[in-house]
Nanobody, 124 residues
């Protein structure tokens, strides 16, 4: 079992930045890839970004490319999402997820563990 706890969300204005963190605990000795997803009210959960176990492979949704940066620190069992130039359409609950194995996936159903989510609200 892996427990995931997100933090760093909040209310910001358009153009501001936030950094989300996802701390993993439990069976963290195994190899696992991680990802960020988000869900806005009335919409389905969507892929934001994901990163491999080593951190050497990652991807982003087109809507956040050039603005968001994913990273991880395996020594701290923590993943990060640096979000710059935030837009009102980035408003959502952001979830981190983990899946056993070294490679990331962009599909939510392929993740084994989920955090409880952190709210990000961007005002115009």
């Amino acid at each position: 079992q892996v427990q995931l706890v997100e933090s760093g969300g909040g209310l910001v204005q358009a153009g501001d930045s936030l950094r989300l963190s996802c701390a993993a605990s439990g069976r963290t000795g195994s190899t696992y890839a991680m990802g960020w997803f988000r869900q806005a009210p009335g919409k389905e959960r969507e892929f934001v970004s994901a990163i491999s176990w080593s951190g050497g492979s990652f991807d982003y949704a087109d809507s956040v490319k050039g603005r968001f940066t994913i990273s991880r620190d395996n020594a701290k069992n923590t993943m990060y999402l640096q979000m710059n130039s935030l837009k009102p359409e980035d408003t959502a609950v952001y979830y981190c997820a983990a899946r056993y194995g070294s490679m990331w996936r962009a599909t939510a159903t392929q993740y084994d563990y989920w955090g409880q989510g952190t709210q990000v609200t961007v005002s115009s």
